[in-house]
């Protein structure tokens, strides 16, 4: 399990696409995590995470994660701080019991600055072949970077 994970346009897309090419497509999946559904939003918050753990064999890279479901909940104020303070236990549990079964997880934290963020952006714009990537919500949560900067580092 290949756990990629970083602001928006930090470049998870890329390495995906550069580091798994010469692998065999057949052996390889991603799963990308978005807002939860409805669906996902029933179950607890590790359920659609756990439905794409890789089974053996396989490889599966999380274009972002279960960590979102600590950080993303912090900043926007989504559940109290009892709620997200559990996860942390939670997530090492889970990821614990992966490796347990015979899970490898390798994670990787892709970092940019607020200004290379900002080119990203405008060359989603300035590019035709980018255009389709932008999105005005990472307008909105760009607002926000000071406040994920602050809760990204280590306590």
């Known amino acids: 399990m290949v756990v990629l994970q970083g602001m928006d346009t930090s470049g998870k897309d890329g390495v995906i696409r550069r580091v798994f090419e010469g692998v065999n497509p057949q052996g390889v999946r991603v799963a990308s995590f978005k807002v939860p559904t409805g669906p996902e939003l029933a179950h607890d ?11 053996r064999g396989e490889i599966v890279i999380f274009n972002r994660s279960h960590y979102e479901d600590v950080l993303v909940v912090r900043v926007h104020n989504l559940v109290p701080p ?6 942390y236990d939670q997530i090492n549990h889970f990821e614990q019991l ?3 079964e015979g899970t490898t997880i390798l994670k990787f ?15 989603r714009l300035d590019e035709p072949a980018k255009r389709w990537k932008f999105n005005t ?4 949560e760009r607002k926000l970077w000071d406040e994920y900067q602050k809760l990204m580092k280590p306590c």
């Open 82 to 87: 009892e709620v997200w303070k559990r996860r």
């Open 45 to 55: 918050y590790l359920w659609r995470v756990h439905a794409q753990v890789p089974g």
């Open 137 to 140: 919500g990472d307008l909105e």
């Open 98 to 100: 992966l490796v347990e």
């Open 109 to 123: 934290f892709l970092h940019i600055d607020v200004e290379e963020q900002r080119e990203r952006l405008l060359a």
